[in-house]
C-alpha cells in the first residue's frame, strides 16, 4: 500500500501542519530538521541555494524522517516538476500563478492520465511511495500554487474552482511587492489581500498555507485560519540562534545586527 500523505490526512482533519523550509543544500540538516517534529519539509529550488541533485539527496534524507517531502519548484516548468515527483516529492509548491489556466496547467503536470500528463517514469517514487504508486499517485500527491501576485488575488475564486488544487500557499512578500511597492512594515493592503484569499479559500474548503517570518507570525496567521505554517526557513533560523548566542555571551550589551530585525526576516522568506 503507498505511503500515505499526512500533511493531507492532518488538513482534512482540521490540524495545523507546521512546515519546515529548507534553503540550505545539505541532506545533514534536512534529515536532522526532519526528526524535529514538524510534519513536513519544503526543500527550496526557487530561493535556496541548491540544485537538482542536492534536492534529490535531501528528499532522501527526510525519508528516513516522519516528516512529508514537499519541494517549492522555481517556476511552472511541466519538465522540472515531473523530475522532481520522480524523484520522490510528496507535494509541489508552485510560484506565481496567477491565472485559472496556469493553476490547470500545474494540476496537468503533477497528476497522471486520464487526469493529466504527467509522464510515466516514477523512478525514486516507487521507492519512497511504494509498488503502487502510480496507481494512487493522483490521490497522493499534492499541488499546490503559490498566490504572491495582484492578479492571483484578483482572480482567487477562478484559480480555487480548478479542480485537483489540493491547497494554496501565500507567499507574503512578493504579494507585498505587488499591492504595496515595497516589503516593508506595516502593509494594510497586501493584509487586505491575506484576509480575501483566505475567506474565498475557506468558502471553498481549501486550506491555506503561508510563509512566516517566525514563531509568533506563524501563530498569528494560524489563529487567523491558515492551516499549515511555515515558521521562517532554515537560513534564518541558523543565522537567528547564532547572533543571540553571540549576544547572550558578549562581554557589553550589543545590538543584535541590522540584518536580523524583523523587517529583514522578511528579506530571507517568501
Known amino acids: 500500500m503507498m505511503r500515505s500523505n499526512t500533511v493531507k490526512t492532518r488538513l482534512a482533519a482540521g490540524e495545523t501542519v507546521v512546515n519546515a523550509w529548507l534553503s540550505i543544500g545539505s541532506s545533514y540538516s534536512a534529515e536532522g530538521v526532519g526528526h524535529s517534529g514538524v510534519h513536513s519539509v519544503t526543500v527550496d529550488l526557487q530561493h535556496g541555494m541548491l ?8 528528499l532522501q534524507a527526510i525519508s528516513a524522517t516522519p516528516a512529508i517531502p514537499l519541494v517549492r519548484v522555481p517556476d511552472l516548468d511541466p519538465a522540472k516538476i515531473m523530475h522532481l515527483l520522480d524523484a520522490g516529492a510528496y507535494g509541489i509548491i508552485c510560484p506565481m500563478i496567477s491565472t485559472p489556466e496556469q493553476a490547470k496547467a500545474l494540476v496537468a503536470a503533477c497528476r497522471y492520465p486520464p487526469f493529466g500528463n504527467r509522464s510515466f517514469g516514477p523512478s525514486r517514487g516507487l521507492l519512497y511511495g511504494g509498488k503502487d504508486y502510480v496507481a494512487n499517485a493522483n490521490e497522493t500527491v499534492m499541488v499546490i500554487p ?14 480555487l474552482a480548478v479542480e485537483g488544487i489540493d491547497m494554496i500557499y501565500v507567499g507574503p512578500n512578493d504579494l507585498a511587492f505587488a499591492v504595496e511597492g515595497h516589503v516593508s512594515f506595516p502593509r494594510p493592503a497586501s493584509e487586505s489581500a491575506i484576509t480575501r484569499i483566505l475567506s474565498s479559500a475557506m468558502k471553498r474548503r481549501i486550506p491555506v498555507g503561508i510563509f512566516c517570518s517566525d514563531t509568533e507570525d506563524a501563530r498569528a496567521r494560524r489563529d487567523q485560519g491558515c492551516a499549515l505554517v511555515t515558521p521562517g526557513n532554515d537560513f534564518g533560523h541558523l543565522t537567528r540562534s547564532i547572533s543571540a548566542a553571540v549576544t547572550a555571551l558578549a562581554d557589553k550589551e550589543v545590538e543584535p545586527p541590522a540584518s536580523f530585525a524583523r523587517s529583514a526576516h522578511a528579506a530571507h522568506g517568501y
Open 146 to 159: 503559490m498566490i504572491e501576485t495582484a492578479e492571483a488575488v484578483e482572480r482567487i475564486d477562478e484559480i
Open 51 to 58: 540544485g537538482f541533485q542536492e534536492a534529490l539527496h535531501m
